[in-house]
């Protein structure tokens, strides 16, 4: 089974806590949005969105920043994903 | 009987939370949009949507993930359906 | 006497609920939003609503599934009414 | 003296409750707006409202529905008027 | 000193409350908004708000009628006015 | 050093209320938003803001009125300055 | 590792209070906002942000004036960074 998110959205799955530390990154958020480093699963074929062309500029595999509370939950034959808009994603870590 | 969605708007069925686990999906939420498995029923035309134009990408048939709290409940021979817009459809399973 | 709907506007009335429930419909809604069967009496002309051309896709005496608190009551020549935006109504019972 | 309302706005004249009652129109509302009947006193030029052409579809005369708490309520000489937009009349009583 | 209003806007000064009642006219209003007679002092040059051009519609020496709360009230010489939008403005008293 | 605003913002310095007494002028205002006035020091390029086209219409020296909470205080070798967008500048006192 | 910001975004990194008292700069904000001076370590690509074209005017280096509460703070490699759009720059400090 696959997650195909539509239009500018974006599958992420999170990177471990134990990697994230590993790899040296501590995140802290201000206010309300806790960030996080999550690793790109399924990429949207763009489109459309409020009449505006999306173009996706993100790619299947790369570590990326975005919100703790952003996006949607769903767990897929016992992982757990998160379902984001190209525009949640903040930065691409290198 | 059979519901007729206007323009953007989509029928969706909720699939079965026997049939979610047999499936092995199962979903949780961030915040108050709970995420569910759902098959689509009907399709709108598409049209004009706040002066844009919005081409329908989903089909009949076609499982789906949306929000729990999203759309308006109708019961319809005995059958609940769900109204949807089309951008509250997150992603397709596959 | 007789109501002209402005614009995107649509006379409706209410279904009365002996009837709808004759036709095994059963109308609930999630939040604050209760859906509801009506017959379209009036259609208003369309027209540009916000800078943007609306072109008016129902007609007089279909049945329409809309939200209960949606639009202003009308109550006339002892018959309620209510006045609703075209953009309210979303599917058509057929 | 003479009320000018500028761009797109509407000075309406409530109608009496009593001429109402014998018209048999009684009028209720949802919510927080309360409709009524009024008469068109004056109508503005229209013209640009946020950068788009607003064209004037009333007229001096008609009985009109509009919201109880919409527009501004002006004493002129006597008598109460109120000044609304275009867009708060919702149908034309004919 | 003068005072010179910006883009679409329109410095006013309201007209005395025993000037008011001589001419009958008596104000009341809805809600927040309190109308008031008010006569043009300067007009802005108009020009782009929001990406949108304005044409200055109202001139100096104009009365017209506004909300009470609208604005920014300014004392300059020990006469106190007011700036507004010209969309502030509802209606010119003729 | 020197504060350079970017885009469409405006350095102020707000003059003191001593020189205001002394010129006449008395500002008070209405609700939240407490007017002053202020000299401009620097003036941003103008440029795009939400995909429009902004021109500067002011200039370094001009005496301007502003909203009092309007705008981001900076503290600079001992003086303190205010960065405003134009937009914020209601007036210019002449 | 590196921090590569998306679209319009800009990675900054707080300059140390002590520094900032040494350069003369005291910060204070209105309200929820309160400034500080930051260097620019990273700046996006620029692009389409909400179907508008945004071009890139700060370059690397630049110590820039932004609001505490604005953007998401991330640590990499034991350095606290900021990510923020171009649009919450208010100046460059010079």
Redesign the interface.
């Known amino acids: 089974?696959?997650?195909?998110?539509?239009?500018d959205?974006v599958?992420i799955k999170m990177v471990e806590a134990e990697e994230t530390t590993a790899?040296?990154?501590?995140?802290?958020?201000?206010?309300q949005?806790k960030?996080q480093v999550a690793e790109i699963i399924e990429v949207g074929p763009g489109?459309?969105?409020?009449?505006?062309?999306?173009?996706m500029?993100?790619q299947k595999g790369q570590k990326v920043?975005t919100?703790k509370?952003t996006?949607?939950?769903?767990?897929?034959?016992?992982e757990?994903y998160i379902?984001v808009r190209q525009?949640d994603?903040?930065?691409?870590?290198?």
């Open positions: 089974m696959k997650l195909k998110p539509l239009c959205r599958v790899s040296g990154i501590i995140l802290t958020a201000s206010a949005e960030p489109g459309v969105v409020d009449g505006k062309e999306i173009k500029e993100v920043i919100g509370y996006g949607t939950e769903v767990k897929l034959d016992g757990k379902i525009s994603i903040l930065a691409i870590v290198e």
